[in-house]
């Protein structure tokens, strides 16, 4: 239950990537560019986190970009 917390006000604009993540957002790091969205992981996460936060963000047309130490989710 505690994974599936929302972390945002209800009067604030969030993206819905991040009210999906809800408390996984703080192991994350969000770069938003000209054309896309990137996130990051800050550090290792374990599998069954990342598996969670694989699943959220390929629901909402990320995908992963696989490049050694610069591996990250990608939305264009």
Request: some cysteine; overall charge positive; aromatic content about 8%.
């Amino acid at each position: 239950m505690l994974r599936q917390a929302a972390i945002h006000n209800k009067d604030t604009s969030v993206e819905q990537f991040a009210k999906g993540l809800g408390i996984r957002l703080d192991k994350l790091v969000v770069l938003n560019e000209k054309d896309c969205i990137k996130i990051k992981p800050k550090g290792w996460l374990e599998k069954k986190e990342w598996r969670e936060i694989n699943d959220i963000l390929r629901m909402q047309g990320f995908n992963w970009l696989a490049n050694d130490k610069n591996s990250c989710w990608i939305k264009t």
